[in-house]
T-cell receptor, first 113, second 112 residues
């Protein structure tokens, strides 16, 4: 079975600062990795995904993430955040042959002016 | 851009009552899912559905739960006899190409 750990439950930053949201996973088989964002009172929106190929993946809204197999990590980064990036961010993993997504606990990103 | 839609957005019910949560997946998708998120907790997988049958279910998905695709567009989750602990946000998702699940906006279920 797979599991996901998001190391920070809350990350406060100032506008235009860089941010990194950390995600580590555990699995005995090959996995796909995802980041989803949840704005207040809304559903889950896909930010980016790693399925194969280049370990650096770019997503919407200027976010990117790097898959590190040796460290079993998939950290999310953005070089300069905006107030509108305030939301909850979820890292998720799926076995390549499975169907279920397993989510982390979520990281609340709060961007302050 | 196609979206997954869910109705109702909020459902309030009495303990012991049956509820049906409805979802319209993206039209050319073939795999469908239900997840739930209890307030303050992580999103949890409930069930996946393909070719008119359940392909995987979690330990949460007991005999009180059932899923159905009654026609070509809807995908439903039924809870037969709701309990207080069923109060949660329920998300429907569907999958097309590239192994990516797209989520609906959710139905907030409140059991009193």
């Amino acid at each position: 079975a797979q599991s996901v750990t998001q190391l920070d439950s809350q990350v406060p930053v100032f506008e235009e600062a860089p941010v990194e949201l950390r995600c580590n996973y555990s699995s005995s088989v090959s996995v796909y990795l995802f980041w989803y964002v949840q704005y207040p009172n809304q559903g889950l929106q896909l930010l980016l995904k790693y399925l194969s190929g280049s370990t650096l993946v770019k997503g919407i809204n200027g976010f990117e993430a790097e898959f590190n197999k040796s460290q079993t990590s998939f950290h999310l980064r953005k070089p300069s955040v905006h107030i509108s990036d305030t939301a909850e961010y979820f890292c998720a993993v799926k076995e390549t042959s499975g169907s279920r997504l397993t989510f982390g606990e979520g990281t609340q990103l709060t961007v302050n002016p | 851009e196609p979206e997954v839609t869910q109705t109702p957005s909020h459902q309030v019910t009495q303990m012991g009552q049956e509820v049906i949560l409805r979802c319209v997946p993206i039209s050319n998708h073939l795999y469908f899912y239900w997840y739930r998120q209890i307030l303050g907790q992580k999103v949890e997988f409930l069930v996946s559905f393909y070719n008119n049958e359940i392909s995987e279910k979690s330990e949460i998905f007991d005999d009180q739960f059932s899923v159905e695709r009654p026609d070509g567009s809807n995908f439903t989750l039924k809870i037969r006899s709701t309990k207080l602990e069923d109060s949660a946000m329920y998300f429907c998702a569907s999958k097309g190409a590239h192994d990516t699940q797209y989520f609906g906006p959710g139905t907030r279920l409140t059991v009193l």
